[in-house]
C-alpha cells in the first residue's frame, strides 16, 4: 500500500477517533450515571503512575490492530473516554467550561489519537489484505513497526500525561 494512502487512513482514522470522543463528550448522562463513572474512574487510577497508564493505552491500542474489530474498538474507546470527560464535567464544577477537545490538543493527547489512528488504520489495512487473500507475509513487518511506533509514542506521552495530572493535582489540591 502507498504511503499516501497509508496517511489517508491514518488521519481518517484519528479524526473517527476525535469525532467519537467528540459525541461521548457532549452525550446526556444523568447525574446518578455520572457519579458513578466518576467513582470508578477514580479507583481506577488511584494509584496508578506513568507506566500504568502506559500499559491500559497500550492493552487498548493492541486491540485496536485486530483486523476489522480494531475499528470498533477503537471507536468504542474514544466514545467511552468521551463519556468520562462527561462524568467528571457534570461531577466537577470547576470543569464545566472546560471544551472537550481541549483533552486531546494536549501534548500525551495528540500522541494518543496519533497512536490509536495508526492502530485502527492498520487493522484496515490487514483486513484488506485478508480480504484479497494476500495473507499476512507483506503486512506483517510493517504491522510490527507500527506497534513499535505505538509503543513508543504512548510511552513518551504516559509519562507526560502523569506528570501534568500530577502537577495539576498539586495545584487544586485533589
Known sequence: MSRKRRLILLALASLAFVAFFNIGANSEIGEQEAKSITEQFREMVKDIDAYGIFLNNFRIALAMFIPALGVAIGLFSAYSTGLVF???????????????LLVLATPFGI????????AM?????????????????????????QIGIVSALLLAGAFIEYYMIRTAMERVQL
Not at 86 to 100: F, I, M, N
Not at 134 to 144: A, Y
Open 121 to 145: 488504520s492498520q487493522s484496515g489495512i490487514l483486513l484488506h489484505s485478508i480480504l484479497k487473500k494476500e495473507g499476512f507475509r507483506p503486512v506483517i513487518i510493517p504491522t510490527l513497526i
Open 86 to 100: 462527561k462524568a467528571l464535567v457534570v461531577t466537577t464544577p470547576e470543569l464545566a467550561g472546560l471544551p472537550p
Open 111 to 118: 500522541m494518543e489519537v496519533i497512536s490509536y489512528g495508526i
